[in-house]
């Protein structure tokens, strides 16, 4: 895979891909790990897609000034998110959304991203790790996607 690409929103097969596993979500899908349904799922990207989109902004925390360069290289790079990873509170989700209004509204937004591209996005600023490159953006919406959709089987 050395000579590959990173995946990103930004590509149009890998965001077609990331469509289609959307696209095939179903509200009785069996989690893999972690707490959240399938909806809850799908709401926790639509937030993060919104931040990275800067419909959304953020600051980023405190926490993520002192040490989040610490952790950049992993969240940023090529190897999988690990499972049950800590997220920031405003994207953790309370209740159970109903399905298709959550899928269909993550489907939406992350297509929305992917209209605004890499120059976009570029130095929107995320809640833990500070401002990031549309690149940044794009490796890392797509890596986060990828992870919750395989949460899920999809």
Not at 69 to 77: A, N, P, Q, T
Not at 95 to 105: M, N, S, Y
Not at 134 to 146: L, N, R
């Amino acid at each position: 895979r050395a000579d590959m690409p990173q995946p990103s929103i930004f590509n149009v097969s890998d965001y077609q891909a990331i469509v289609h596993r959307i696209e095939a979500l179903q509200a009785d899908a069996p989690r893999q790990w972690g707490k959240m349904t399938v909806s809850q799922m799908c709401e926790h990207v639509a937030r993060t897609v919104e931040m990275a989109a800067g419909i959304n902004p953020v600051q980023q925390a405190w926490l993520g000034k002192l040490i989040g360069w610490i952790f950049f290289k992993d969240f940023s790079g090529e190897n999988p998110f690990p499972k049950n990873s800590p997220t920031g509170p405003y994207l953790i989700v309370h209740g159970d959304p109903e399905f298709v209004t959550a899928r269909d509204r993550m489907k939406v937004l992350v297509t929305r991203l992917h209209a605004l591209g890499e120059a976009g996005v570029d130095g929107n600023i995320h809640g833990f790790f500070g401002r990031m490159s549309g690149a940044e953006w794009g490796a890392t919406q797509w890596k986060h996607i990828d992870h919750h959709l395989r949460q899920f089987n999809a």
